[in-house]
């Protein structure tokens, strides 16, 4: 990418989006933000509980990002963020009109065995489903790419690399804001 974009690293819990996105961030040489920390609460209370959030709980959660990328603008970042329905990503991209999504995707039982053996994550496995149920993937009016989640952090972040440098100019959005 020429320009500085926001990535917004985006996918269903367990795709590696903390994973990834800091070694993205590190590979653009802009700064990071894990977007779980933007979660009141509440939120993580819900979720520890093994309660899925409800789009009223994510307004705030989504636009704390949206604040956080729209400060970004022209600057560039990479921030981790589910950004599971189009809705979400209408949000995020209505506070910060230039960001780019790597949605990271793959298969429910490769992601399902890597949230089985992480440790000190707040998201259970059994809401997986739910991430898989509510998951829009990208249209193909909006600006991102699909990557495959095989493979090392590495490989995943090269493709990353890769993908949104295969992206034209004229495909993405205007970063002047």
């Known amino acids: 990418m020429r320009t500085p974009h926001v990535v917004v690293v985006m996918g269903v819990a367990g795709t590696g989006k903390t994973t990834i996105g800091p ?11 894990e977007g779980d920390d933007f979660h009141p609460q509440a939120n993580i209370d819900k ?10 709980d994510r307004w ?14 022209g600057l560039g ?10 809705s979400y990503r209408d949000r995020l ?29 707040f998201m259970p496995t059994a809401l997986l ?9 990208l249209q193909a009016d909006e600006a991102g790419v699909a990557v495959d989640v095989s493979g090392s952090p590495e490989e995943i972040t090269e493709r990353a690399a890769v993908a949104l440098d295969a992206l034209s100019e004229t495909s993405l959005p205007d970063v002047a804001q």
């Open 47 to 56: 979720m520890s509980a093994g309660n899925p959030l409800e789009d009223a």
């Open 129 to 137: 489903d739910s991430q898989f149920a509510t998951l829009q993937p």
């Open 77 to 86: 970042g990479v921030v981790s963020c589910s950004a599971l329905k189009r």
């Open 23 to 33: 070694l993205l961030a590190a590979r653009l040489g802009v700064p990071y933000a």
């Open 93 to 121: 991209r209505a506070a910060a009109p230039g960001v780019v999504f790597v949605h990271l995707a793959g298969d429910r039982a490769l992601i399902e065995d890597r949230m089985r053996h992480r440790q000190g994550h």
């Open 60 to 73: 705030p959660w989504l636009d704390a990002i949206g604040t956080w990328a729209h400060g970004r603008a």
